[in-house]
């Protein structure tokens, strides 16, 4: 499997595709960032190019479904094993949590963060399942063929394919184009 693309233009066109991260269900296996700002000019959905670059990319490692008056769904990431006390055995195991609100009845001790906070990274086939849900795989080849037939969509997307897919489903399901001029970098309507 190859990895998902992780780059700065990458975590930047995800986090301003508002329409995508409205949408977003954490399911296991997930890859997200955070919207954490390092440089603390950032405003909300505007991170900027240095802290995209310096944030953390995790997965959903799991969730439990709580009943809402504690916090609802929780959805856990970025695990690891501690040393309690004078051992050398890993005794004890820690992770981070977050909700829709950020809430948490359960974990009090913890952090637990708000989902608006968090930036769906998301990966080619779950692109594919939300853009052509239903369709054969005929008129799938024949409309990404289309689509790529625009020299400008390949030549402005070619960094990887998680781009590419993501350019596609903004212009289908949104109208939008990426607009990647360096001062601008933001989905704009198509003309």
Same mark, same amino acid.
């Given at each position: 499997?190859?990895?998902?693309?992780?780059?700065?233009?990458y975590?930047?066109m995800s986090q301003?595709?508002?329409?995508?991260?409205?949408?977003?269900n954490?399911?296991?296996?997930?890859?997200?960032? =955070?919207? &954490? !700002?390092?440089?603390?000019?950032?405003?909300?959905? /505007?991170?900027?190019?240095?802290?995209?670059?310096?944030? @953390?990319?995790?997965?959903?490692?799991?969730?439990?479904?709580?009943h809402?008056?504690?916090?609802?769904?929780?959805?856990f990431?970025?695990?690891?094993a501690?040393?309690?006390?004078y051992?050398n055995?890993?005794d004890?195991?820690?992770?981070?949590?977050?909700?829709k609100d950020?809430?948490?009845?359960?974990?009090?001790?913890? =952090?637990? &963060? !708000?989902?608006?906070?968090?930036v769906?990274?998301? /990966?080619?086939?779950q692109?594919?399942?939300m853009?052509? @849900?239903?369709?054969?795989?005929?008129e799938?080849?024949?409309?990404?063929?289309?689509y790529?037939?625009i020299?400008?969509n390949y030549?402005?997307?070619n960094?990887?394919?998680e781009?590419?897919?993501?350019?596609?489903?903004?212009?289908?399901?949104h109208?939008?184009?990426?607009?990647?001029?360096?001062?601008?970098?933001e989905?704009?309507?198509?003309?």
């Open positions: 499997m190859n990895e998902i693309d992780t780059s700065v233009e975590v930047l301003r595709a508002i329409e995508l991260q409205e949408i977003w954490p399911q296991d296996g997930d890859f997200f960032t =955070t919207t &954490s !700002s390092y440089c603390g000019e950032c405003v909300a959905n /505007r991170m900027c190019k240095d802290c995209a670059r310096m944030t @953390n990319k995790y997965v959903v490692s799991g969730r439990y479904d709580y809402k008056s504690i916090g609802g769904t929780h959805w990431f970025f695990g690891h501690c040393v309690r006390g051992g055995f890993a004890s195991t820690a992770s981070y949590v977050f909700t950020g809430k948490s009845g359960i974990y009090d001790q913890f =952090t637990c &963060s !708000s989902q608006e906070h968090m769906w990274l998301p /990966r080619q086939d692109l594919h399942e853009l052509w @849900n239903g369709l054969s795989n005929q799938k080849i024949r409309q990404f063929i289309e790529l037939d020299e400008e030549i402005i997307h960094n990887s394919l781009s590419l897919w993501l350019s596609l489903y903004m212009k289908e399901k109208n939008k184009k990426w607009n990647r001029i360096s001062n601008i970098k989905w704009e309507e198509i003309g």
